[in-house]
Every structure is written in structure tokens, then in C-alpha cells.
């Protein structure tokens, strides 16, 4: 890694004694961070009973035991013995009148006027919409698919089926048939709340079609709930509405169901490289208290704070978002449409026309940021105190751009890693700590998480796997009706522990980084990399915007390093002459045996809606394997000029 270069943020006087983590510690009596953080994984019970009180979770029967792990360390049951329903956590500031008044949520989109919720109306919404849904027939335990962009429909819809005890099913707004049939099929579901469509740069996408085509390989759904989009066409006689479900049957004394910790409120599926999607499963009492947690310690997050970090509630970003911001009684800012769209401006005076305070953006989209500078940061951006990123690594150089620019290089940039599995932080970073560029600076307390070589033992300044030593709050329960494959993709590979499939570096410093997937590992002349570590080093050319390193097979190095990079919007050279700028800065910076075989200079790179770049499905592609699962594809152009250009090249 190149951050030695960069200096590190520094916390300020304030983050030292008025943050969320300062208090905290303060609370449980430490001054010293690292001490904090070795209570927090060998004192756990006592760590999370003061957690519980710190971030005012409402539970409706206190719990007797922290955790049981009778059936073993890979099925624990958390806080046994107790009842909560997660979104009471939320609705407390409903019945606060210091906050009843408060912005709850905030819904913007392309072409259509702002709508706002306070809290006080948040809770009688989500009591409707739940008394609603009921009086069609939902019951406790039922799944229940949601197919909508995110917004205010979406948020009350995530919380009403909690409180009524059914499972949400989120699914990504631009999915297709096949992703929606094997997804809802997977899990039985009953339901599904669909938007007949959405605008995505002034354009109307019709999604009713592909609902109404996919529920005709649904046996099981009973019933469809559709949101009409003032873009569209208007619903069709027998249609049931969205808006009659939510106001059709007042629920202002239905009190939410009684739940225990263990019982599950979402299946969200993940996308794989070949079979089913897998299905995550989380309860009451896992991922709402770990993104209670995380708020508070990680992001800062705090009554009245705005929070914006547009996500689509089909992956896990759209659940943890909204329970960031409302579990904490702060405003979300919804989003729905493209973040460049009429122009770069676009996300800049959202931030200034609310004050947001907390703002998170993925590597790509800060990336598009730079590309377009002159344009990106002509909004006032100075309400910003906490900036957030994750999704993929970042290199340390728009690490830094972003923490300059938008964060006018006092605001601390908090790098989170976790995933789906996981709810949310397995590294991150806190506020009283230096951060260096593109780093974590902490494991998340409460987390047991390490580095880890091919046999179990801790590493340090070599790259190894991510690793989980102990069960840990939030992590999923199992795969929905599928425990051996959960077994398999988290628990069998190196015997006791959680092997999370990532690369990760752990420094003599303390800090972490994330090097990339375990299974983009790239191994060229003997040395294991990560695809970041490559990608890093590219996109510190001032010529390059984009760039997705895989590795194939040589029968001379092991494998040879293949580019794809796109050019950034201010390169006027040939295509020839940047493919040997590149090779020769590679092989300068890392050394010869690391010069890229192939440097393809692309259009654009496959990528999913959370602007990921797709390694593996370029690496497919390359290797003309099969694609596996294109679910989560945003951009299938992309990879129709990908393949075309492969095979304009060969021979």
C-alpha cells in the first residue's frame, strides 16, 4: 500500500470529547481506545448491556443472557430470554415531543417534488400500512417480497412489515425476471409490494411488466401491492394500491408484535458467480442492534443529524441506511434516480438545500466526483461534518480528494467494510483515532475480527484472510432454509473461524485494509495481490478515471496481470499511447515481472447499481467462462462492448 504518502486525519478537539465513541467510553470508564476495544470482545455481556442502554434500544422484555451458543459457535441465539420489535427503536422519537416535529424522511427524486414524513406521522403511517396489510391477510412470519425505489413508500413499507411481524424481502428495483422468480421462489413468499416503475435520467422505466411476467412463475404469491409512479400510467381497475393499503385501514392503537431476539424481520439475497442466490437472514435482534451500534460508534450519527447516502433497498446499503438514520432519530435524506443527472451538480445541492451532515458515497461515484471537479463542487457543501464510503476499496488518492474536497479536510471519511452476512462494520474507523487514507482504523468493537493465513494464524504486514475468531452481533443466522451452504461459505474453511472472503492487510500500526475479493486474488511471479493493490497504482494516473485488474493463467509467471481501464475525460492521447503508459508505470512502480500482459482501454466497465466494478464477470468474460449470475448488473452494455472488443483482438 502507498498511504505512507498520505498524511492521516487527524481527530478534532471536539471528536475527543463530544463524539458518540468518546461518550461511550466515558460511560464504561476508558481513556484508552485499545482498552475499550479488548473489553468489548472479551467482556461482551457487559459490553452490550451498556450498549443497549447507550443507544436507547426498547426492548418490551429484558433479556437473561447475552448469548447461547448450545447448538454450537456458527448458530448462537442472542439476548435469550428477551422480546423487542425493532421498530419501537424508531418510533420512540415519535412519542417524543422533542423530536415528534422532526423531518423523518426526506424523498427526492428526478423529476418529482420532494415529499417529507415527520416523526409523528412516521408512526401513524407505519401503523396504518401495517393494519393494512393485515386486513389482506399477512401474518407473522409470512415473506413478503418489496420491489420499490427507495423513498417514502419503501421505508414505511421495511418498517410496517417488521412491526407486524412479517419478513420483508428486499429486491433491487432493476432486477428481472429470472433474479426476481429465484429470489421470491427461494423463500416462499406471499406477497410483493411493487412500483410500476421509476425515472432514471428523464426516462420513464416501466417495471410492471417484468412484475407481472415474474409472478406468473410464482405460484405462491397471492397478491400484488402496487405503488404508482406519477411518471407512469395510472393502476388498473382491480389493481390494490399502495396508497388504499396505507390509509384504508386506520391502525393508530395496533401495537407491534412481540418478537424474540431470534425471530427474523429480512431475507436479503446476495448475488453469486454461479448457482442461487444465497439468503441471509436477519432477526430483531441482530442487524438493528448492530446498525444501532455502528451509527453511534462508527458513523457519529445523532438526533437531528441529516443523513443522505443514496442506496437502492434491494442490497443491504437501502436496510442500512434507513435504520442508521431513523433508529437515531436523525432525517434521511431518500434519493431516487442518477447521481449525475441533469449534471454532476446534482448530489452537491441536495446536500446544501437539506444541511446534510452525514454523507456516504461508494469509491465510483467519488471517482466521478473528481472526474468532474468543476462541476461536482460548485454546491455548498459545508453543512458536511462525517463522510462515509464502502462497497468496494478505495485508493488512497480519491480517499484523500474526498476527504479535501467535500470534507474541506477536516471532516474525517469513516471506511466501513462488513457486507450482507454481516449488517454492517467488521472494520471501520472512529473519530478519536488518526485515519489513514484508504484504511480502517479499528476492528468493530464487539467484533473479534483479525487477518489471518492459510492455517488460522494471525498475520501481520502480509496479506491474508479476513477473519472472525468469535460469533458476533449482527452476523446472519443462517442462509434461509439452507444451512450447509452457510456452513460452507463462512465456517468450513479454516475450522472455528468466519472466513469472510476478502483479502485484508493488518499493519504494525493498527491499521486495516481491504486488498479485494479472496477469489480475485491475483499470484504473478509468486506474490499473492489483491486487485485494489494494482488498481491503486493505476488510478494514481492522472489519465485513468477507472480500472479492474484480473489475473489469468501463464504458464511461465503463474498468471499474468490483464488491464481495463477507462480514460479519464480530460485525455486527448491514442489509445496505443496510453496502453504503454500504463504498462510502464505498473512495471515501475511494482516491478517488471508485474507489467501487464494486456491494457484494454474501455468505453465503460460492467458494473452493478451500486457502481462495483464486476471483476469476477470480467475475468468470465476473458476467460469465456460462463457469467454466472447478472442480477446485479447495471450495465449491460458494458459488457456487450466488452465482449466484442475481446473478440475483435484475437487472432
Known amino acids: 500500500m502507498t498511504t505512507n504518502l498520505l498524511a492521516a486525519w487527524q481527530p478534532r478537539p471536539e471528536d475527543l470529547t463530544d463524539s458518540n465513541i468518546a461518550r461511550l467510553m466515558q460511560r464504561l470508564g476508558f481513556k484508552d481506545y485499545e482498552a475499550f476495544y479488548q473489553f468489548s470482545i472479551e467482556q461482551p455481556a457487559q459490553y452490550w448491556k451498556v450498549v443497549n442502554a447507550f443507544c436507547g434500544i426498547v426492548w418490551s422484555k429484558e433479556y437473561t443472557q447475552y448469548i447461547d451458543i448450545s447448538r454450537g459457535a456458527e448458530f448462537p441465539r442472542w439476548f435469550t430470554g428477551g422480546e423487542l420489535n425493532w421498530v419501537d427503536t424508531v418510533l420512540r422519537w415519535s412519542d417524543d415531543p422533542a423530536t415528534a416535529q422532526l423531518p423523518a424522511l426526506i424523498a427526492e427524486r428526478e423529476q418529482i417534488a420532494p415529499q417529507t414524513v415527520s416523526y409523528a406521522e412516521l408512526k401513524i403511517r407505519v401503523q396504518d400500512f401495517a393494519a393494512g396489510m393485515i386486513k389482506l391477510g399477512v401474518r407473522r412470519g409470512d415473506r413478503v417480497g418489496l420491489l420499490l425505489e427507495n423513498g417514502i413508500e419503501a421505508n414505511i413499507t421495511l418498517l410496517g412489515l417488521s412491526y407486524l411481524g412479517a419478513i420483508v424481502v428486499p429486491l433491487f428495483s432493476g432486477f428481472g425476471v429470472d433474479a426476481i422468480v429465484a429470489r421470491l421462489s427461494s423463500c416462499t413468499a406471499r406477497l410483493l409490494v411493487a412500483s410500476t416503475g421509476f425515472s432514471r435520467r428523464g426516462q420513464f422505466i416501466d417495471a410492471r411488466a417484468i412484475v407481472e411476467t415474474a409472478c406468473t412463475q410464482l405460484p405462491t404469491i397471492e397478491t400484488i401491492i402496487w405503488k404508482h409512479s406519477p411518471e407512469g400510467p395510472a393502476l388498473k381497475t382491480n389493481d390494490i394500491s399502495w396508497s388504499r393499503v396505507a390509509t384504508g385501514t386506520p391502525g393508530q392503537h395496533l401495537v407491534s408484535a412481540r418478537m424474540s431476539p431470534d425471530d427474523p424481520f429480512m431475507v436479503i439475497y446476495t448475488s453469486g458467480t454461479t448457482g442461487k442466490p444465497k439468503g441471509p437472514v436477519h432477526t430483531h435482534g441482530g442487524f438493528p442492534l448492530k446498525m444501532a451500534h455502528d451509527s453511534a460508534v462508527h458513523f457519529d450519527v445523532r438526533r437531528g443529524d441529516v443523513v443522505c447516502w443514496p442506496a437502492d433497498m434491494g442490497w443491504i446499503a437501502g436496510p442500512l441506511v434507513s435504520t442508521m438514520a431513523l433508529l437515531n432519530g436523525a432525517t434521511l435524506i431518500t434519493y431516487d434516480g442518477a447521481p449525475d443527472y441533469p449534471d454532476w451538480t446534482r448530489m452537491g445541492n441536495l446536500i446544501e438545500r437539506y444541511g446534510v451532515t452525514v454523507y456516504g458515497a461508494s469509491p465510483t461515484l467519488i471517482r ?46 469513516i471506511n466501513v467494510t462488513g457486507g450482507t452476512e454481516a449488517s454492517c462494520a467488521l472494520l471501520s474507523s472512529v473519530v478519536i483515532k488518526p485515519i489513514a487514507a484508504a484504511s480502517f482504523n479499528t476492528a468493530s468493537p464487539g467484533v473479534r475480527t483479525d487477518v489471518v493465513d492459510s492455517v488460522g494464524a494471525s498475520v501481520r504486514n502480509e496479506i491474508g484472510e479476513l477473519s472472525i475468531r468469535a460469533p458476533f452481533v449482527g452476523m446472519t443466522q443462517s442462509f434461509w432454509m439452507d444451512d450447509e451452504r452457510y456452513l460452507d461459505a463462512y465456517w468450513r474453511t479454516i475450522a472455528g473461524q468466519w472466513i469472510h472472503g476478502d483479502l ?148
Not at 388 to 406: L, M, Y
Not at 574 to 590: D, F, Q, S, T, Y
Request: charged content about 25%; some cysteine.
Open 368 to 413: 466521478g466526483y473528481a472526474s468532474h471537479a468543476a462541476i461536482a463542487l460548485k454546491p455548498n457543501l459545508s453543512s458536511i461534518r462525517l463522510l462515509i464510503t464502502a462497497g468496494e476499496p478505495i485508493d488512497p488518492v480519491h480517499f484523500k480528494w474526498f476527504e479535501t474536497h467535500f470534507g474541506r479536510g477536516t471532516c474525517p471519511i
Open 504 to 651: 485484508a492487510l493488518h499493519d504494525d500500526h493498527g491499521h486495516f485494509y481491504i486488498l479485494g475479493r479472496s477469489d480475485d486474488t491475483l499470484k504473478i511471479a509468486g506474490k499473492r495481490l489483491g486487485p485494489a493493490e494494482v488498481e491503486e497504482i493505476l488510478l494514481a494516473l492522472k489519465e485513468v478515471s477507472e480500472a479492474a485488474a484480473i489475473g489469468v493463467a501463464d504458464p511461465s509467471k503463474g498468471q499474468k496481470l490483464i488491464v481495463f481501464v477507462i480514460a479519464s475525460s480530460d485525455y486527448k492521447g491514442a489509445e496505443v499511447e496510453l496502453e504503454e503508459l500504463i504498462k510502464n508505470h505498473v512495471a515501475n512502480r511494482m516491478g517488471k515481472p508485474f507489467r501487464p500482459s494486456r491494457v484494454y482501454v474501455m468505453k465503460d466497465l460492467p458494473k452493478t447499481r451500486s457502481q462495483k466494478i464486476m471483476r469476477r464477470l470480467i475475468r468470465n468474460i476473458f476467460m469465456d467462462e460462463k457469467l454466472g449470475d447478472l442480477s446485479a448488473l447495471n450495465n449491460p452494455s458494458a459488457m456487450q462492448e466488452l465482449q466484442q472488443r475481446l473478440k475483435d483482438s484475437q487472432p
